[in-house]
């Protein structure tokens, strides 16, 4: 049985994935986050890098709505998030990880200055913020996946962290 304190964090944490704060999750969500991480970071949108992360936001999009839109209106409500996706996702974070792994590894590429994989702590803690995450909360979380403590975080690092953050309540 799920607590409702997992389902209380769980759904503040659907905020991250609305973009526009409309109350539902849609394409158009992870499109603009798509956009903010680009001019963020000044990557142009038309190249393989801003290519790479538009692709990787559609297969994202496409990964969430199929677990959690139940209602199949292309929109994915509180409500379906912690229901739908989450309750499935909980017993599998591996499923997570899966669908957002080509938004991640793209993201992380467009932070990577100098193009070895991995991108440093400040720019993890950037892309972060991109999805609300609060200034102090984003470095704190960047710096705690630097497990190493060589001030860069791959695709190894994030990609469970991630899944970890929307799957376990802690």
Known sequence: MVSSEYERRIAARFASFDQ??????????????????????GVPARSDKGQAL????????????GMADRDGDQRITREEFVNGAVKRLRDNPERFAEIARPFLHAAL??????????????????????????????RTAAAALDTDGDDRIGEAEIVPALARYFTVPE
Do not use: N
Not at 20 to 41: H, N, P, Q, T
Not at 54 to 65: I, R
């Open 20 to 41: 526009d704060g409309s109350g539902c999750i849609d394409r158009e969500d992870f499109s603009a986050a798509a956009k903010a991480v680009l001019a963020e970071f």
């Open 109 to 138: 590429a467009v932070a990577d200055a100098d193009a070895d994989g991995r991108a440093t702590v400040a720019d993890t803690a950037r892309v972060l913020r991109v999805f609300h995450v609060p200034e102090e909360v984003a």
């Open 54 to 65: 538009y692709a990787g936001a559609e297969a994202f999009w496409q990964g969430m709505a």
